[in-house]
T-cell receptor
Framework: GEDVEQSLFLSVREGDSSVINCTYT??????LYWYKQEPGAGLQLLTY?????DMKQDQRLTVLLNKKDKHLSLRIADTQTGDSAIYFC????????????FGTGTRLQVFP | KAGVTQTPRYLIKTRGQQVTLSCSPI?????VSWYQQTPGQGLQFLFE???????NKGNFPGRFSGRQFSNSRSEMNVSTLELGDSALYLC????????????FGAGSRLTVL
């Protein structure tokens, strides 16, 4: 199957950590991605992880990959109001392909 | 380095018309792909081009077509527009080496009346 699932909403207080979760069904995925979309804008790549990795950290962002459970998560430390957006996880099934399967997106709302 | 440029950003058409959207990839990127984003279906892959050849196509009717030029710029066309074609159309480009990383443009928002 090609389903990538995410919870629809997440609300956090400014300064707290946010954790956005994603589950996918295809164990043959090669790369997994997190994109951010602000209102009226396109998709901004936040980070990606290769399928043979368990974790990747990039400044305030930490990606965890559990291949056994087909679970991907994005942790944003010290969440700011500017982090309010929709976050999409996506999977790629090849090494030289542009076809990504996107999740439904999680709307993150950060309140003061 | 300029990003992925899509034109027009907004357009309004009526049912039955056709539309052409344009995408200029990042300089040096030879792969270009298109996605449709709607509230109901989310983000769906349309097609992918490399060196003027379509390498992959999503599950869309034949009214959706595209092409890529020798300078890597791409266009997509939708003929006989339907109300359900109203969407944000996103173009992405990718370098042919290194990690599979797509850089997206800001999109073309099409409204069909």
């Amino acid at each position: 199957g090609e389903d990538v699932e995410q919870s629809l909403f997440l609300s956090v207080r400014e300064g707290d950590s946010s954790v956005i979760n994603c589950t996918y069904t295809d164990s043959s995925s090669t790369y997994l991605y997190w994109y951010k979309q602000e209102p009226g804008a396109g998709l901004q790549l936040l980070t990606y992880i290769f399928s043979n990795m368990d974790m990747k950290q990039d400044q305030r962002l930490t990606v965890l990959l559990n291949k056994k459970d087909k679970h991907l998560s994005l942790r944003i430390a010290d969440t700011q109001t500017g982090d309010s957006a929709i976050y999409f996880c996506a999977e790629s099934k090849g090494y030289n392909t542009d076809k990504l399967i996107f999740g439904t997106g999680t709307r993150l709302q950060v309140f003061p | 380095k300029a990003g992925v440029t899509q034109t027009p950003r907004y357009l309004i058409k009526t049912r039955g018309q056709q539309v052409t959207l344009s995408c200029s990839p990042i300089s040096g990127h030879r792969s270009v792909s298109w996605y449709q984003q709607t509230p109901g279906q989310g983000l769906q892959f349309l097609f992918e081009y490399f060196s003027e050849t379509q390498r992959n196509k999503g599950n869309f009717p034949g009214r959706f077509s595209g092409r890529q030029f020798s300078n890597s710029r791409s266009e997509m066309n939708v003929s006989t527009l339907e109300l359900g074609d109203s969407a944000l159309y996103l173009c992405a480009s990718r370098t042919s080496s290194g990690a599979n990383v797509l850089t997206f443009g800001a999109g073309s928002r099409l409204t069909v009346l």
